[in-house]
């Protein structure tokens, strides 16, 4: 039993060390962005990312400012990953039974529903009214840093439905970019792009991946996306979706097969012998091997795996480099109005939908709270829901075209989820002690 509880907890512990290791660089590069836009290299700093990169071919030509390309490109590598994240939870984790997913559904549910309503009377008559779905989204990264800083002060099934919550709050932010933030559309593109997403679909169904193929096929959809209307971001989910999380080689499979080609690799010297150049035959049993190693993981599993280290420690930092640098100003362009609203709906939106609606769930009997967790944790919990950095600043950035409201909602969203985690903190710190 006590092998079992490890190998579950193992994952979840692997995946929050992680994440809030992480946060620690995402909170640096985040104050690095504020210091240098309120700094005398405010113009270098904020201009740089204005500057174009233009890729071209004979009839087709990619111009766009680099933040375009760090928001439109990167990201989408972003986004494919929380598309994986997505579809592994549904398979196989906390959103695969119905009772698990139920309270973290119904949070996130709140948590959507809530702070975009509240931000759309607080705003009512005032400029920036379409960016009611910034402060609908979390933040697991710096959300998961705060937990680790309580320590052992954190129930391990805080932390597991910290991150269920905000994986249903990134596939319903995903849904908000598609439908609510995708203009000029050309159905065209669209209809190819998917169609190519379906062929993948087909193949995942027989459980063929190639690499390659996929490979390819990605980057034709991304740019057909890019070219349709619907956000490029979009286009990293819709092909997550297409890997495959079936292995094609077992467990006794491989350790049968690679001890035979250790074997055959050994032969061909003795243990102990070090030689410079290997033999043929020793090159072809490390491919097979390397064959072996790659069929015993499910492709989404192994991609996941490799490609969540590149989002956490460089596309998420870059991002926030490139998009969180403001520089606070008071002028008549800055509309406080927006940031303030902002900045509530975020913190008091969250707590109220997050608790109110997993509150009501537990008392019709529709979901449970997971073991040795407490609705005072819960509220601690909703308080860390209003953190949205990320989400929200890549909202903003599709919401708003105007300068001056893209700035404010930026001073907004920085105030609330400095707020929100703040409290969130000493909520959870003040209603929970040390666990042996």
Known sequence: MKDKIKSIKEPINQFIRLETSSSIILFGVTLLALILANSPLSD???????????FSLPGFELSKPIYKWINDGLMAIFFFVIGLEIKREILTGELSHIKKASLPLFAAIGGMIVPAVLFTVLNAGNAGGE???IPMAADIAFSLGILTLLGNRVPAGVKVFLMAFAIIDDLGAVLVIAFFYSTNLIWANIFIGLGIVAFLMLLSHFNYYSKYIFFIAGVIVWILFLKSGIHATIAGVLLAMTIPLRRKTDTRS???RSKELLEEFLSECGVNEQKTVLSKKQLHSLDDLQELTENTTAPL???EHQLHGWVSYLIMPVFALANAGVAFSFSGDTNIALSLNLALSMVIGNVIGIFAFSWLAIKFNIAELPE??????????SFLGGLGFTMSLFINSLAYDNAALVDSAKMGILLGSLIA??????FIRLTTSEQK
């Open 44 to 54: 270098q700093f904020l201009g740089l990312w204005k500057k174009y990169i233009t």
């Open 131 to 133: 960016g009611w779905g």
């Open 254 to 256: 491989f350790y049968d």
């Open 301 to 303: 599993q192994n991609l």
């Open 372 to 381: 040795n967790v407490n609705f005072r944790q819960l509220g601690g919990v």
């Open 421 to 426: 985690g703040t409290l969130g903190y000493f």
